[in-house]
């Protein structure tokens, strides 16, 4: 699978945007980007995915760049519960390839 | 947790000694996964399974085995533990395995110590 890049922190206010980058400038054609989320202690938690088009669900939006060399997470309204560690993961087979993600601290 | 039981939650062992951890899923989910979580490496595939009996290695593979005789059972087992295998392990299921909809949902981890 390809790699990507992540800031390895960022800081958001509560009840702003949340906006998350990731890199993924050698993905394949048939790579899908996924977005888990651990919160402390916890186990990874599925956020949402997407090929080309932006996707939406009642969690978050992903904005994927024309090109698919980049994409972004948006969490609309971050609250404190939002505090976590996001993982862009590509997905080109079975396997989900994990790597640091990014540290998100919202602050009151 | 998406009807996902890890156990034991938290185990501390010898080196030498075999230990076997379980995931139980009430979701009928046909692929289960294996991982580990150290700090600074994220998660890595320890081992996966596509079916009953039919499993295969992931990127950390090696000091460990696996079993899934039922469906909703996926035993995780280090035959011979070492304070390298100290870690947090989490299991995940997911229903599909395609590109598209490969949503994998997790366990809440064993926290595993090796003195």
């Known amino acids: 699978d390809a790699k990507t890049t992540q800031p390895p922190s960022m800081d958001c206010a509560e009840g702003r945007a949340a906006n998350l980058p990731c890199n993924h400038s050698t993905i394949s054609g048939n790579e899908y980007v996924y977005w888990y989320r651990q919160i402390h202690s916890q186990g990874p938690q599925y956020i949402i995915h997407g090929l080309k088009n932006n996707e939406t669900n009642e969690m978050a939006s992903l904005i994927i760049t024309e090109d698919r060399k980049s994409s972004t997470l948006i969490l609309p309204h971050a609250t404190l519960r939002d505090t976590a560690v996001y993982y862009c993961?590509?997905?080109?087979?079975?396997?989900?390839?994990f790597g640091t993600g990014t540290r998100l601290t919202i602050i009151p | 947790d998406a009807g996902i039981t890890q156990s034991p939650r938290h185990k501390v062992t010898e080196t030498g000694t075999p230990v076997t951890l379980r995931c139980h899923q009430t979701e009928n989910h046909r692929y289960m996964y294996w991982y580990r979580q150290d700090p600074g490496h994220g998660l890595r595939l320890i081992h996966y399974?596509?079916?009953?009996?039919?499993?295969d290695k992931g990127e950390v593979s090696d000091g460990y085995s696996v079993s899934r005789s039922k469906t909703e059972d996926f035993l995780l087992t280090l035959e011979s533990a070492t304070s390298s295998q100290t870690s947090v392990y989490f299991c995940?299921?997911?229903?599909?395995?395609?590109?598209?909809?490969?949503?994998?949902?997790f366990g809440a981890g064993t926290r595993l110590s090796v003195l």
């Open positions: 399974s596509y079916g009953v009996k039919d499993t």
């Open positions: 993961i590509l997905a080109g087979n079975e396997k989900l390839t």
């Open positions: 995940a299921i997911s229903e599909s395995y395609t590109l598209a909809k490969n949503i994998q949902y």
